[in-house]
């Protein structure tokens, strides 16, 4: 798979240091050229020098090759621009962090599904840990060829789960409904904007992706099918 950052923080490089090492390819595109310098000593993977909420910047990586676009630079303005902009120019599946919550209701508006809000994640795993219930690994439990998928349903998925027509070897096991979690059975029937976790086997993971792929909301630019791949260097 391949996977963008934009921002070279801790999380980036820790995130993007796990995937290299189990073969993804990785794009790391940051404003400080320094910080390039130094990391591209110590990782196996390219770089890209400039503002990651640009569109000209965004198009060098080539969206439509790419499965996951992370916003994670250190201000959420700029993460929800990069978020916007890189989910028109057709990224796959785009993620966008804030620290301050008063930008998640503004993000799902945006539909910026995908967001994370740093200090509500850390949290949430403390009063886990303090209520004596510690958080379990997933890689303890989804084992062998296993896998969680998720998607947001459309016009088309408000339906009863048995009526989603899933592979034999997948199963809703829960959703999201405004933010609230609920547990999902063969009755359960959706509204559209839901957030539906699948179980699967995968085998069906293609299939599940290219079912749920998001719609690009525009053409994409002539250039990009010939973009090129940004190498292990500085870009100005």
């Given amino acids: 798979m391949r996977t963008v950052f934009i921002g070279a923080g801790q999380v980036s490089v820790e ?17 400080d050229k320094v910080r390039i310098e130094e990391l591209s000593e110590e990782m196996d993977c390219s770089f890209l020098q400039g503002d990651g909420s ?24 700029a993460n929800v621009i990069a978020g916007l902009v890189g989910r028109s120019l ?13 930008f998640e209701d503004i993000c799902h508006e945006l539909g910026l599904e995908d ?6 994640t850390i949290s949430r795993y403390l009063e886990d840990m303090v209520g004596g219930s510690e958080n379990v ?16 349903a459309r016009e088309e998925d408000a339906v009863a789960a048995k009526d989603l027509k899933l592979p034999a070897a997948a199963k809703v096991i829960c959703y999201y409904r405004d933010g609230e979690f609920s547990h999902a059975d063969e009755e359960t ?12 086997h995968s085998k069906h993971m293609p299939a599940l992706q290219e079912r749920w ?24």
């Fill in 15 to 31: 995130t993007a240091k796990a995937l290299v090492k189990i073969g993804h390819e990785v794009i790391i595109i940051e404003t």
């Fill in 54 to 77: 640009h569109p000209n910047v965004l198009r060098e990586v080539n969206p439509a090759q790419t499965d996951f676009l992370f916003c994670l630079t250190d201000s959420d303005q």
């Fill in 90 to 102: 057709g990224f796959k599946r785009v993620v966008t962090s804030i620290g301050d919550p008063q």
């Fill in 115 to 120: 967001t994370i809000i740093r200090s509500r």
């Fill in 137 to 152: 690994e997933l890689s303890t439990v989804i084992k062998s060829e296993a896998r969680l998928f998720s998607l947001i």
């Fill in 189 to 200: 029937t959706f509204r559209t904007g839901d957030e539906i976790v699948i179980l699967t």
């Fill in 213 to 236: 792929k998001p719609k690009p909301e525009q053409e994409e630019p002539a250039d990009l099918a010939g973009g090129k791949k940004p190498g292990c260097k500085n870009e100005s």
